[in-house]
């Protein structure tokens, strides 16, 4: 019976003993489960973590190449208001342009058509753009389909410029120069063949007619060989632009061997030269006479005769870095108007192509008084008014 009685208290101890260590068991287990299940979401969650950070630093990385790039990125919804812009757009049109609509800014009507064609073809389109204000630009513009990373939006489109501008311009300034060059000279050597078909021919025996057309034949080819000349002092000048000139040359010397130069002329004006002490900058002596030769010139031609032409040179007052001189020449002219003051250094431009033409000018003089004042790292100011006269400074530092 006792024996009975301690074989049923094992038995109950032993299932009592399975059952608590089974719960054991499973709790272990199932606490196991739990830390791998929450590793496992830690796993994840890192993961996760680690994909979102690599995207963040993808796009930021991807942000810090669109804004370092030269070409202009904006984005439109499909109301053409500018959701994105990168820094090249920032730096063409201001910091404030976001949600404005993208005609603010460029008033295309083929762009504006083109964005409504991508919006409702997704196709990518490449386009010319041409702006003449506020100054001539040149751009190749790519559009494209949204949506990007930067505007989640499929209704949208990206508009790529690509600044083409200065390319252009050269293009353009080399097919105009060259057109301009072959005018310039086709016009004296017309009238020079005219001329000679004339007394080679008909008036074979006119002396009169000879005596009367050589002079101007003479006149014509001089006319040709000052514009050649012009033009390869110009294309010397560009080449050495980057050398700055460094011989002591005195201004005094310069200004006295350019009135020695146009005497003739200047005895018919007013002319005053005040500059009486030496003035020592650094330079090139023949391409300063060159310089005030020119402008002198435009002093002589563009004013009435007896009219006040002064030069004057003191300390200086204009924007050239360190001690400087300037030299002022100032006539009582016929001016230029203020509209076309910026362009007066163009080459081959005259404000009034007739006149000019008629006292001998081919628009080169201040285009090469420009560059030989680039040269000696100096700087030209121009002021003038229409019927009341024109002054021109040039700065120049001291040696
Ligand atoms: N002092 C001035 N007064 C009035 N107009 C001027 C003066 N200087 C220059 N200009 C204007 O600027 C234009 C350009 O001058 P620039 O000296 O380059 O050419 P140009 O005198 O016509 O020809 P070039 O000097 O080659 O013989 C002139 O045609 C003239 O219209
Ligand atoms: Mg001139």
């Known amino acids: 019976?006792?024996?009975?009685?301690?074989?049923?208290?094992?038995?109950?101890?032993?299932?009592?003993?399975?059952l608590v260590s089974a719960k054991f068991i499973k709790a272990g287990f199932d606490a196991r489960s739990e830390?791998?299940?929450?590793?496992?979401?830690?796993?994840?969650?890192?993961?996760?973590?680690?994909?979102?950070?690599?995207?963040?630093?993808?796009?930021?990385?991807?942000?810090?190449?669109?804004?370092?790039?030269?070409?202009?990125?904006?984005?439109?919804?499909?109301?053409?208001?500018?959701?994105?812009?990168?820094?090249?757009?920032?730096?063409k049109f201001g910091e404030n342009n976001l949600n404005k609509h993208v005609a603010t800014l460029l008033r295309v009507p083929d762009?504006?058509?083109?964005?409504?064609?991508?919006?409702?073809?997704?196709?990518?389109?490449?386009?010319?753009?041409e702006l003449s204000s506020p100054s001539f630009q040149f751009f190749k513009v790519h559009l494209f389909s949204g949506p990007t990373s930067y505007v989640d939006d499929p209704d949208s489109v990206?508009?790529?410029?690509?600044?083409?501008?200065?390319?252009?311009?050269?293009?353009r300034f080399k097919s105009d120069f060259v057109a301009n060059v072959s005018h310039e000279l086709k016009t004296p050597l017309v009238s020079i063949k005219g001329f000679l078909e004339t007394i080679s021919g008909h008036a074979?025996?006119?002396?009169?007619?000879?005596?009367?057309?050589?002079?101007?034949?003479?006149?014509?080819?001089?006319?040709?060989?000052?514009?050649?000349?012009?033009?390869?002092?110009?294309?010397?000048?560009?080449?050495?632009?980057?050398?700055q000139p460094q011989d002591k040359v005195n201004l005094k010397e310069v200004l006295s061997n350019v009135e020695d130069i146009?005497?003739?002329?200047?005895?018919?004006?007013?002319?005053?030269?005040?500059?009486?002490?030496?003035?020592?900058?650094?330079?090139?002596?023949?391409?300063?006479?060159?310089?005030?030769?020119?402008i002198i010139d435009n002093s002589i031609k563009y004013s009435e005769k007896n009219k006040k032409i002064e030069v004057n040179c003191g300390q200086g007052n204009g924007k050239v870095i360190g001690d400087s001189y300037?030299?002022?020449?100032?006539?009582?002219?016929?001016?230029?108007?203020?509209?076309?003051?910026?362009?007066?250094?163009?080459?081959?431009?005259?404000?009034?192509?007739?006149?000019?033409?008629k006292v001998g000018g081919t628009g080169l003089g201040m285009a090469i008084v420009k560059h030989i004042v680039n040269q000696h790292r100096g700087e030209l100011e121009i002021k003038s008014e229409a019927q009341s006269g024109t002054e021109i400074k040039v700065h120049f530092s001291k040696f």
């Open 1 to 18: 019976m006792m024996t009975l009685l301690f074989l049923s208290l094992a038995v109950i101890i032993a299932i009592v003993v399975i």
């Open 35 to 91: 830390i791998r299940d929450q590793k496992q979401s830690e796993n994840l969650n890192q993961e996760v973590q680690d994909i979102t950070n690599e995207n963040i630093e993808e796009s930021n990385e991807q942000v810090k190449i669109i804004n370092q790039i030269d070409d202009l990125i904006l984005i439109v919804d499909k109301f053409k208001n500018i959701k994105f812009f990168n820094n090249s757009a920032k730096k």
């Open 111 to 129: 762009l504006l058509q083109n964005i409504d064609l991508v919006l409702l073809k997704k196709e990518t389109i490449t386009m010319d753009l």
């Open 158 to 171: 990206i508009l790529f410029l690509k600044d083409l501008t200065d390319i252009i311009k050269a293009q």
């Open 204 to 243: 074979k025996d006119d002396l009169e007619a000879q005596k009367k057309f050589i002079p101007i034949m003479l006149e014509q080819a001089d006319r040709m060989e000052s514009l050649i000349k012009d033009l390869l002092s110009l294309s010397k000048i560009e080449l050495e632009e980057h050398i």
């Open 262 to 294: 146009h005497q003739k002329n200047l005895k018919l004006f007013e002319f005053k030269n005040n500059i009486k002490n030496d003035f020592f900058i650094k330079g090139d002596y023949e391409k300063l006479i060159e310089v005030f030769s020119n």
């Open 326 to 357: 300037t030299v002022s020449i100032k006539d009582n002219g016929i001016g230029i108007p203020t509209e076309q003051l910026p362009r007066i250094t163009e080459r081959f431009f005259r404000v009034d192509a007739a006149k000019s033409k």
